[in-house]
């Protein structure tokens, strides 16, 4: 299995940016498709993007389209996801998750991080 480690998350205020970041141990990153979720408080974990083994394939949840980008630098091992035009309905811990394809329910995947904090104030 391989390891995941986020961060970037912290306080933004309506409108503004963060850049999340999901790093990998091992020798065998480019073999797994990344998947993003958040879990708002009372709220259950929700997809919000994923990219493929190469990243050639993107698949995004209708709430971030046009607002959040994934992509994947494999020999870093690490995937990117640039946010947007955050509002206060994106607030939630943000997690990284592996799998063996692209996927777009947490049952799929079978690694995950710790979660890094995402609060956007309004």
């Known amino acids: 299995q391989v390891q995941l480690v986020e961060s970037g998350g912290g306080l933004v205020q309506t409108g503004g940016s963060l850049r999340l970041s999901c790093a990998a141990s091992?020798?065998?990153?480019?073999?797994?498709?990344i998947g993003w979720f958040r879990q708002a408080p009372g709220k259950e974990r929700e997809f919000v993007v994923g990219?493929?083994?190469?990243?050639?394939?993107?698949n995004y949840a209708d709430s971030v389209k046009g607002r959040f980008t994934i992509s994947r630098d494999n020999a870093k091992n690490t995937v990117y996801l640039q946010m947007n035009s955050l509002k206060p309905e994106d607030t939630a811990v943000y997690y990284c998750a592996a799998s063996g394809v692209i996927a777009t329910v947490a049952q799929s995947f079978n690694s995950w991080g710790q979660g890094t904090q995402v609060t956007v104030s309004s």
């Open positions: 091992g020798r065998t990153f480019s073999r797994y498709a």
């Open positions: 990219i493929s083994r190469r990243g050639a394939t993107t």
